[in-house]
């Protein structure tokens, strides 16, 4: 085994964090903001500091299992009572004018609003789901979605989003897998702090930004069965290596929030697990943001079995750190009781209420509580021609090819009859996705439209072959006739916008229904088919791949979705997408997902023999261990030629990069963009690591027949990650590189980490 290497660094950087903590909080006692907070937490009483703390829903939806029955001058009796620190899933300029104006001029203390909203993936400008942006491996286009989000959010009077949601996520059951960027720490922790600044631009007094908060802390992604609010019990390597490193981009980017998950970790549940919420978040990570509570769920620690009544449950989540109460109460109700009894140090509340109030100060609310209130911004900036032409561009930049056999795409003008069928061709509503609850269900672009739109001079025939919800058969003929009287016919299929997010587990990651009856059908007509598969998460496509020559992964697009698709149908735009997920061959695989363990009876061959009634290696008998379409993987309508791997040194040391190149040449006879990665393998752990792990890309456009050199610089730091003495830091040892379109077709070198202990 390696000998553990503990840099002095390290130990110095510890002194440092240490001693800017509390210059910060002197910092802070001096600044003219903090002593302003002070002066108000002074004048304020235990129940209005409680108000500070009670986030509740709005009256135009939910999006949780309580629906609010309170008349609307409850509701505003609430406000002037300072009951209530904000509302979310509201909007609207002058409605939250109104509801500010209750706050400031009809509180005793004046203190305005927080509103809050989902906004996950665009407000009325509808973007692809973050699962689908996260295909795009384009950091500015991701950001760029946010910024556009998060513009037309403020414009509406909402200055918090819920969002993003930075979750990793390994098994295709899960619903929530639509909300995130997928499998990857590496890639995840990028696209959160891109989603960051998005939303929260250079300024949150800028009056066209929104306060992030980043969810779900943590863990929330490892549900056990992918079943939405399941337990989860992992290894703190495994919580450290995998999950909370895109939490930490998050912050390091500046989130305003951070919202705690559903989920107990370790037989704790999250909202109150001193673990994660104190150790890490406050005290090794320094965090000074909000923290909120997820819907309910401080009230549903006790279904957890691990509180024994509301009571005791708001004692131990505000004892954590918990800030906000999101939709219970219980903070209202049972924390001034706590602290009379004497059973609550007030501590504890004042502590919250102070970051709450920092968050109203950051957002400019107390400067200016109507910033978010301007109706003219409201109707410039809404749904505006540059935020769908974004909302186009993000939506291209996001669509995998995942096979094209025979070049059967891009089609041309020479295709005269194209026949398109499927339950989401001439759909619009599902083209939003789930967590779309902003947008309208009118105006997104369907395929059907978007196809008509690119395919000039070819006659389009349509049918909808089967419905979504219904295993009825009754529409196949129709949808057999329109194949059969076509040169190619285009397939839209997959899930809609309800079939993933959250709630959506689902037990099997088929294609819902009978679509794949439906594909079956159309197949024994002979004709080619293009399948354009729309989904929030990885599907088995194994029939798919096996027998259909074109296949296209379309996700859920939003607002501009047909034009994007038929842009890239008729080679408008190349695709570059590339999975930010690997799909399964089945669903027995799940979890499944490239950066896996090796174990000490690793399994070499691509598929079971036939004949082998026994192999004592760690394999299936009935499918291969691969992903179908591996992490990484998307095709253009080019090609790519990979050779000439080198690296500058066989070894190096800290301080000195590790130079990697290789050339890429466009093969092929059109321009198009290719995401070139490089994984590292770290052979020999004090614990065992996975057998790859991407660390570097590069997304960059080829002319056709153009070769570049790509270089990338592995510093010892790339290599670092949580040992088994639970230290952070880089291990001296042997590795191997691996450069290529994705995770599975790669090159690799050899090369070693050379520290003076090593020697």
């Known amino acids: 085994m390696k000998k553990s290497f503990i840099p002095i660094l390290l130990l110095a950087v510890v002194g440092v964090v240490v001693f800017l903590s509390s210059f910060n909080s002197q910092q802070q006692q001096q600044d003219p903001t903090a002593k302003r907070i002070e002066e108000l937490l002074a004048k304020m009483t235990l129940e209005e500091k409680v108000g500070q703390l009670n986030f509740v829903v709005g009256d135009l939806f939910n999006t949780g299992p309580t629906v609010r029955t309170s008349e609307s001058d409850v509701f505003n009796e609430a406000i002037k009572k300072g009951e209530i620190t904000g509302i979310f899933n509201i909007h609207g300029a002058a409605y939250v004018g109104k509801l500010q104006k209750l706050a400031v001029e009809q509180s005793r203390l004046g203190i305005p609003l927080l509103i809050g909203a989902d906004v996950i993936h665009g407000f009325k400008t509808v973007f692809p789901i973050p699962l689908a942006e ?124 951070i919202m705690s998950s559903f989920n107990e970790l370790n037989g704790i549940p999250a909202t109150a697990n001193m673990k994660v919420m104190r150790d890490i978040l406050r005290d090794e990570w320094g965090y000074t943001g909000v923290v909120i509570s997820d819907w309910q769920n401080i009230m549903e620690m006790t279904e957890h079995g691990y509180t024994r009544d509301n009571a005791h449950a708001g004692e131990l989540a505000i004892k954590a750190g918990t800030d906000m109460d999101m939709m219970a109460e219980i903070y209202l109700k049972e924390l001034p009781k706590l602290v009379k009894t004497g059973k609550l140090d007030v501590k504890y509340i004042d502590e919250s209420v102070r970051r709450v109030l920092w968050l109203k100060y950051k957002l400019g609310l107390f400067d200016n509580p109507y910033r978010y209130s301007n109706v003219r911004n409201e109707k410039k900036e809404v749904r505006s021609k540059e935020n769908l032409q974004a909302a186009f561009e993000v939506a291209q930049r996001s669509i995998v090819l995942l096979k094209n056999e025979n070049n059967l795409l891009p089609l041309t003008n020479s295709t005269k009859k194209i026949a398109v069928i499927g339950p989401l061709a ?218 000439n791997l080198k690296l500058d040194k066989k070894s190096f040391r800290p301080g000195e990069p590790l130079q990697v190149s290789i050339d890429v040449t466009n093969t092929g006879k059109y321009a198009g963009e290719e995401v070139v990665q490089i994984y590292t393998r770290d052979l020999v752990g004090s614990i065992t690591r996975p057998v790859k792990e991407l660390k570097k890309f590069q997304k960059l456009h080829f002319k056709p027949g153009e070769k570049k050199t790509v270089t990338f610089a592995i510093n010892a730091d790339d290599l670092a990650f949580w040992r088994a003495d639970l230290t952070y830091g880089f291990e001296p040892g042997d590795f191997k590189v691996f450069v290529g379109p994705n995770s599975r077709d790669t090159q690799e070198a050899a090369f070693t980490l050379v520290t003076e202990d090593s020697i």
Not at 447 to 452: A, D, H, P, V
Not at 462 to 482: H, I, M, P, R, T
Request: glycine share 10%; proline share 5%; net charge negative.
């Open 426 to 643: 001439d759909n619009k509503a599902d083209m939003n996705g789930t967590w779309s609850f902003f947008g309208e269900a009118q105006h997104p672009v369907s395929f059907l439209e978007g196809i008509k739109k690119y395919a000039k001079g070819a006659q389009v025939t349509y049918a909808q072959g089967c419905e979504l919800y219904s295993d009825s058969k009754a529409k196949f003929n129709e949808a057999v006739a329109a194949a059969q009287n076509a040169d190619v016919v285009i397939m839209a299929i997959g899930e809609s916008a309800v079939m993933n997010g959250e709630g959506a587990s689902r037990a099997e990651v088929a294609l819902p229904g009978v679509q794949l009856d439906l594909v079956k059908a159309i197949h024994a007509t002979g004709k080619p088919i293009i399948a354009l598969v729309s989904s929030g998460r990885a599907l088995e496509l194994s029939w798919l791949d096996e027998n259909i020559p074109g296949i296209l992964a379309t996700w859920s697009l939003g607002s501009e979705a047909g034009n994007a698709v038929g842009s890239v149908l008729y080679g408008a735009y190349n695709p570059a997408g590339k999975l930010p997920v690997s799909f399964p061959r089945a669903v027995g695989q799940l979890p499944i997902y490239y950066n896996q363990k090796n174990t000490g009876r690793p399994y070499t061959g691509t598929h079971a023999e036939p004949g082998e009634e026994r192999v004592y290696k760690s394999r299936y008998r009935d499918v291969p261990n691969t992903a179908l379409y591996p992490f990484g993987y998307g095709l253009s309508y080019t090609t790519f030629k990979y050779d």
């Open 134 to 257: 996260a295909a795009s491996w384009d950091m500015a286009a991701i950001e760029k979605g946010a910024r556009v989000a998060g513009k037309e959010s403020a414009a509406s009077g909402i200055n918090l989003t819920f969002a993003p949601m930075v979750d990793i996520a390994r098994d295709a059951r899960w619903g929530r897998t639509a909300e995130g960027a997928g499998e990857d720490p590496y890639l995840g922790s990028l696209i959160a702090a891109a989603r960051v600044r998005g939303f929260q631009g250079k300024d949150l007094s800028d009056p066209l930004t929104i306060a992030a908060c980043v969810k779900h802390f943590v863990a929330y992604g490892a549900a056990e069965g992918g079943r939405d609010y399941n337990t989860v019990d992992i290894s703190e390597y495994e919580l450290r290596n995998t999950y909370l490193p895109p939490f930490k981009a998050a912050l390091d980017a500046g989130s305003a929030s």
